[in-house]
């Protein structure tokens, strides 16, 4: 699957927020978005629910990994896990 | 390890609710500085009725009607508090207390009766059913050093409104049996350094590590700070009513806390890691300033008249900032959850620049006040540049709300 990544941890709002709505623009059943933050985007993830898309939020260490796409087959938890980069 | 989002993500409020109440705050920040203009030869008595009238357009009118707005924006989205029907319940809250301001100032020059009580009723109803709500919701969740320090600035509002509406009924005439002093004096700590200090405290706890990348606040002093603050607030209030005079010390202590928060504050902006470089850092680091100077002057006792305006430009300050980072944002970020194709990107909705001018404006205004005590002329100036100030923050508003609105009717949607 393609990935749109953002490391958001050094960015100030609302900028993680303006990037991580382009990438959702561009995703579609074969893509994932994938975010680190340092804090729980909370808007982000409502409009993920509002837009009814596939999201998952969660934190390890200190850093929130947020997953988000369009495909409903995915299962986000374990895709997490999947990642390379927060095994 | 992973660990599960514990927040709510019920839809922050729409976007009318905030704006409404900026609105009306920012029109009121227009009538403060005529008032300004045309009475500042009553200011050196802080009891004079058209200094009360002046003193309570900008607590209750300007800085009540901001900081309430922001709560209902931030609770949701900071502390996973939804409040149902939002939208009536704003506008009920907004529309009383537009009028019950009304009628204090109203009452406050003309001294009638019946205008006190219709003054304590309407703010009465306002004021305490919204924080009635917001303290059960806030009562109910874990608590993050931020929603701690909303709940006890709250909280300090409820004491404070109450403590006024004693003040109202007594002015209207009822003979209930207060001290009348005593309660004026803790009416105003409550207000000034419970709910204004305090939710301004409990909100850069969030908002400037998350606006300008600053190193974090230390977890065990921002969850105390707030704590300590009230309590020494209450020990004052009790001694107060007590009638010890040493109850000047906790008030002392207090605003040496409050005024210590300030320059930890300037501290984390000085350190941030971005280069961000707005209005609204400016704004904030002036507010931050203007906070330690009060709390300066404060301990040397110098003119009431000198403090107010320090202690005003600090709360009218973070209110600047928090506008021209919020307005922007939310017209942006509503529309894109919409779907709008066309919405119109943050710097669209209110120029960096812009605010910019706004700033160099209310700075000035805050500078010419201050020299003016010496030179009394000034003031006409003065309330002139706080009078743009406010215009442009009303402008501002106005026409963001406007761009809203049609992009609502003309604009074009998409679908993630």
């Given at each position: 699957?393609r ?6 941890r050094?960015?100030e709002?609302?900028l ?10 561009k995703?579609?059943d074969?893509?994932?978005?994938y ?24 934190k390890?260490y200190?850093?929130w ?11 986000l ?11 | ?23 009306v ?8 500085s ?7 030869n009553?200011?050196?008595?802080i ?8 003193i ?11 900081m ?8 949701p989205v900071?502390?996973?508090v ?15 207390l ?11 020059i ?61 002015r ?8 009348y ?8 700590h409550f ?21 300008y990348?600053?190193?974090?606040y230390n977890q ?25 005079k040493?109850?000047?010390l ?11 928060n300030a320059?930890?504050?300037?501290i984390k902006?000085k ?11 400016w704004f ?6 203007s906070l ?8 040397f ?9 320090l202690?005003s ?8 900032a ?6 922007p ?17 943050m ?10 001018v ?39 508003i106005y ?12 604009g074009k949607?998409?679908?993630?």
């Open positions: 699957m990935e749109f990544f953002l490391d958001a050094e960015l709002h609302p993680p927020l303006e990037m991580a709505i382009d990438s959702l623009k995703l579609d074969n893509s994932y978005f975010m680190l933050h340092r804090k729980e985007p909370v808007p982000l993830l409502a409009l993920a629910s509002e837009h009814n898309l596939n999201f998952i939020s969660k390890n200190s850093f990994h947020i997953l988000i796409s369009p495909n409903k087959d995915i299962t938890d374990n895709f997490l896990k999947s990642l390379n980069e927060i095994e | 390890m992973f660990n599960n989002s514990g927040l709510s993500l019920d839809q922050a409020p729409p976007i009318e609710v905030v704006l409404r109440f900026f609105l705050g920012s029109i009121f920040g227009v009538v403060a005529f008032m300004l203009f045309f009475w500042h009553d200011l050196n008595n009891y004079a009725s058209t200094t009360l009238a002046l309570h357009t900008l607590t209750l009118g300007v800085m009540a009607s901001f309430l707005g922001a709560l209902f924006q931030m609770m900071l502390c996973g939804h409040i149902k029907a939002p939208v009536d319940f704003s506008i009920r809250v907004t529309y009383t537009l009028v019950g301001v009304i009628f204090l100032i109203t009452a406050f003309n001294g009638n009766s019946a205008l006190y009580i219709f003054a304590a009723i309407f703010l009465a109803i306002a004021i305490l059913s919204s924080a009635f709500v917001m303290i059960r919701r806030l009562s109910k969740i874990n608590h993050s050093n931020s929603s701690r320090g909303m709940l006890i600035a709250i909280i300090s509002f409820v004491i404070a409104v109450v403590l006024g509406i004693f003040m109202l009924t007594a209207a005439g009822f003979n209930i049996d207060i001290k002093i005593e309660f004026r004096n803790i009416h105003f207000a000034l350094f419970g709910w204004i200090a305090i939710l301004i405290i409990a909100v850069a706890f969030q908002v400037i590590e998350m606006f990348v600053t190193p974090k065990k002093y921002a969850k105390y700070i707030t704590i300590l603050i009230f309590l020494l607030l209450l020990i004052y209030a009790i001694l107060e009513l007590l009638g010890f040493i109850s000047t906790f008030s002392f202590f207090a605003v040496a806390l409050i005024s210590f320059v930890v504050t300037i902006i350190q941030k890691k971005r280069p961000v470089n707005d209005a609204s850092i904030w680091v002036n507010g931050m300033a330690a100077l009060f709390a300066l002057f404060y301990f006792n110098f003119s009431a008249l000198f403090l107010a305006i202690f430009s600090f709360a009218l300050s973070i209110i600047f928090m506008s021209y980072k919020i307005i944002f939310l017209v942006w970020f509503h529309l894109n959850a919409k779907g709008y194709f066309d919405a119109p990107m710097h669209e909705v209110v120029s960096a620049k812009y605010a910019k706004n700033f160099w404006f209310f700075l000035s205004a805050e500078v010419i006040l201050l020299t003016a005590l010496k030179f009394k002329i000034l003031f006409y100036f003065g309330s002139f540049l706080l009078l743009i100030a406010f215009c442009m923050l009303s402008l501002a026409r963001a709300w406007e761009k809203y609105n049609f992009t609502i009717k003309y949607k998409f679908n993630f």
